[in-house]
Each structure stands twice: as C-alpha cells, then as structure tokens.
C-alpha cells in the first residue's frame, strides 16, 4: 500500500523560506508524477505544483517563487518555497498521480506578515 509523509512545515515570516518534503513507500516512486497540493481554511484544495521524469507544472500563483524537484533514490518529492506570503497559508499535501492518486496526510504551512 502506498503511503506519503509530508514534512518541514511550521511557521515563517513573510518574504522567507521553507523546504517540504514528501516520503513515498509502497510504491514504484519513480514511475509516477508527484505533485502538492494546497488547502487553506474555508478554500478548496488547489494544485502546487507537479513533476514527471523531468517535466514541472505551477500555479500561476507560485511562479518564480515555488521550486519541485524530485529524488528518485530516495523516494521523496520536495517543494522549495521562497518569498513566501501570509495567502501561502494552507495545508500542504502530496499526491502520487497514476492510475490511482494517493495522498499524504498533508503539513501545516503558516506564514505571518
């Protein structure tokens, strides 16, 4: 069965940085496209970011600002968040994308102005 752990989230100042992380078991991690996900409070759940063999997909909101990048070897898919915003507020989640789309239970992000 797969399984997904987020990490590195926590609170931030505006302007500054955080570095989640994703843990996949349970699967055969580098056939599939990864992605995170969002969801703040009272908001639906919106795409991040995505990432194939090579290939990366933003938010028009996250562009130039958001970085994802994968480690096949270690089966884990990071998110590299820069300039970060107090509306980056949100839990953030992974997702496996396959046949089958598999989510982690998800980080809490809080940026403060």
């Known amino acids: 069965q797969v399984q997904l752990v987020e990490s590195g989230g926590g609170l931030v100042q505006a302007v500054g940085s955080l570095r989640l992380s994703c843990v996949a078991s349970?699967?055969?991690?580098?056939?599939?496209?990864m992605g995170w996900y969002r969801q703040a409070p009272g908001k639906q759940r919106e795409l991040v970011a995505t990432i194939g063999n090579t290939m990366t997909n933003y938010a028009d909101s996250v562009k130039g600002r958001f970085t994802i990048s994968r480690d096949n070897a270690k089966n884990t898919v990071y998110l590299q968040m820069n300039s970060l915003k107090p509306e980056d507020t949100a839990v953030y989640s992974c997702?496996?994308?396959?046949?089958?789309?598999?989510w982690g239970k998800g980080t809490q992000v809080n940026v403060s102005a």
């Open positions: 349970g699967s055969t991690f580098s056939r599939n496209a």
């Open positions: 997702a496996q994308i396959g046949e089958r789309t598999y």
